[in-house]
T-cell receptor, first 114, second 112 residues
Framework: NAGVTQTPKFQVLKTGQSMTLQCAQD?????MSWYRQDPGMGLRLIHY???????DQGEVPNGYNVSRSTTEDFPLRLLSAAPSQTSVYFC?????????????FGPGTRLTVT | RKEVEQDPGPFNVPEGATVAFNCTYS??????FFWYRQDCRKEPKLLMS???SGNEDGRFTAQLNRASQYISLLIRDSKLSDSATYLC?????????????FGSGTRLSIRP
């Protein structure tokens, strides 16, 4: 099992550009989520999904879209990048539908918006 | 008051020492609790779950105090490799998937 994979590892965007961060898991987990982590701060939940076709907003959803067309994939789209979105983005999955169990994290995407 | 609060540290202790830190939470209906470890520039990884009866895994002991609404992590005989940031996670309830809350982390540095 590869676990949770994320691409790209690093990305630099200009203000206003859009892009998609990819996340995939091969553990057949129903629950997947996206977090951002800023220096000195904890992880903040952006969006989450409890199964294919179902997504919902977390704590900081503005400026981001998600979709869940398959169990395996959960891409995060930045609609119009802003410097405030400079952060490290982690994707996670959990075997429990509501995400109550252990979270398995991908290696992260380090995004800089200039 | 933040929903989950941790002392950010850093805790700087000598190798072999015992160190403990707490994580307080505000929602008394919280059901699940975990400790994660995060190394610099890496993803968080589960260290241990926290059960009502407390649990121990080698040098690590986690406890839950529902009355005072905090969880604790005790590390005995600390090793250089224990240097990391420790994140607590609180999950309010089985129907509240949106509210998985991470603390901002406690930095631990073990010196030789």
């Amino acid at each position: 099992n590869a676990g949770v994979t994320q691409t790209p590892k690093f990305q630099v965007l200009k203000t206003g550009q859009s892009m998609t961060l990819q996340c995939a898991q091969d553990m057949n987990h129903e629950y997947m989520s996206w977090y951002r982590q800023d220096p000195g701060m904890g992880l903040r939940l952006i969006h989450y999904s409890v199964g294919a076709g179902i997504t919902d907003q977390g704590e900081v959803p503005n400026g981001y879209n998600v979709s869940r067309s398959t169990t395996e994939d959960f891409p995060l789209r930045l609609l119009s990048a802003a410097p405030s979105q400079t952060s490290v983005y982690f994707c996670a999955s959990s075997p429990m539908r509501g995400g109550q169990g252990e979270q398995y994290f991908g290696p992260g995407t380090r995004l800089t918006v200039t | 008051r933040k929903e989950v609060e941790q002392d950010p540290g850093p805790f700087n202790v000598p190798e072999g020492a015992t160190v403990a830190f707490n994580c307080t939470y505000s929602n008394s209906a919280s059901q699940s609790f975990f400790w994660y470890r995060q190394d610099c520039r890496k993803e968080p990884k589960l260290l241990m779950s926290v059960y009502s009866s407390g649990n121990e895994d080698g040098r690590f002991t986690a406890q839950l105090n529902r009355a005072s609404q905090y969880i604790s992590l005790l590390i005995r005989d600390s090793k250089l490799s224990d240097s990391a940031t420790y994140l607590c996670v609180v999950i309010p309830g089985y129907s509240s998937a949106s509210k998985i809350i991470f603390g901002s982390g406690t930095r631990l540095s073990i010196r030789p």
